[in-house]
């Protein structure tokens, strides 16, 4: 009788547990963009950079920063939090290279749940559009992704782990970024 | 009476003949179910006589007079490519007493000690010299040994640190330009959203 109780307790557990892991699991991998589906752009690309910084990557790129100028220590402070960068930029020769649903896949990812889209930008005299988004977790920022596209030109950002935006900010004028204006607590209002 | 049973047991039988035949069963003859052994051939037996043993004897001989030969022969071509034959002694290697030696060498130095205590019982130079020389030869090859290990030891260490170097470099640089084109594409934002303020001011 009490094995039966114990079994069954455990077998309990088990069935909470193995949701709540798999919740967690793929909430983490939620923050990360799949983003090979643009790999087959590189080769129609005139200028591309494909940039895939892992944990590991990042850490080693942050012994490398040398604290002793102004523009690396400030990128060092940025990266304290940062678990994952990975950015697809790519510059066409000609218009109509590539094709929106090549981009739909990447918005369907950002309509899960926890992305919020924070700033969109559209110019129909250019046609150009650039989307800011933000994974958010309480006041935490726990992930980004910035989709910029013209006829030539696309470019998806993909920044996972904590971000520090006061720290993101301080990077203005160190490597070439503004100083933004954009109030985090009035845009989600 | 008819005898036919007594002779093959055929014919009338005798109760009388029956019953002597019972009495005496015990003592009737037993066939042993193992037949027996067939006589063992006796094998030829290796005879020494005077002959072989002669022949053995010569051939032992030869083998060892031949082993002799050789022997006396390497030592002599040793002997000459050493430049002893030629009647030129080498100076004997003098180690200093002060200089610690490695390890390695350590071990081999009562030998070097045993050659020099010889030396002065007036044994002949050249067997102090080539006593010397190739224990001096057997510890530079150790030394050269050691050397080369640790060359190659130092060489993959540069090679692995180079190699991280390398990784650390690229990845520095691209951490550097992918926050260089987010800056980039969040000013072009900012500036969007800057323009669209100024055209449309919030009164």
Known sequence: MKSVITKSLKLTCLLFLVPLFATITASAQDVRLQLDNLNKLESKAGNSVDVTLDGALLQLAGKFLDINKPKEAAVKEVLAGLKGVYVKSFEFDKEGVYSATDVDSIHAQLRSPGWTRMVGVKSNKEGENVEFYMMMNGNQVNGIAVIATDPKQLTVVNIVGSIDLEKLLKLSGKLGIPDLDIDLGKQKK | ?203
Do not use: C
């Open chain 2, 1 to 203: 009476m008819n005898e036919d049973y007594l002779w093959d047991k055929t014919g009338e039988r005798d109760p009388e003949i029956e019953r002597l035949e019972r009495s005496l069963s015990s003592l009737r003859y037993k066939r042993t179910s193992k037949p027996l052994p067939l006589p063992v051939a006796s094998r030829p037996q290796f005879r020494l006589n005077s002959t072989w043993l002669a022949a053995a004897a010569a051939i032992a001989l030869l083998i060892f007079a031949g082993g002799l030969w050789l022997a006396l022969h390497r030592s002599n071509s040793n002997e000459q490519s050493n430049g002893i034959a030629g009647g030129v002694v080498p100076e004997p290697i003098e180690f200093p007493k002060d200089v610690s030696v490695p390890p390695t060498v350590r071990t081999v130095n009562p030998t070097v000690q045993v050659a020099e205590d010889k030396k002065s019982d007036r044994l002949p130079e050249t067997i102090t010299s080539r006593a010397s020389h190739n224990l001096n030869s057997s510890t530079q090859s150790v030394e050269r040994m050691q050397k080369i290990a640790l060359r190659v030891r130092n060489k993959e260490r540069v090679l692995r640190e180079e190699e991280t170097i390398r990784k650390g470099e690229l990845a520095k640089e691209q951490l550097i330009k992918a926050l260089q084109i987010t800056s980039d594409k969040l000013n072009a934002v900012q500036k969007k959203i800057q323009g669209t303020q100024e055209h449309n001011p919030i009164s």
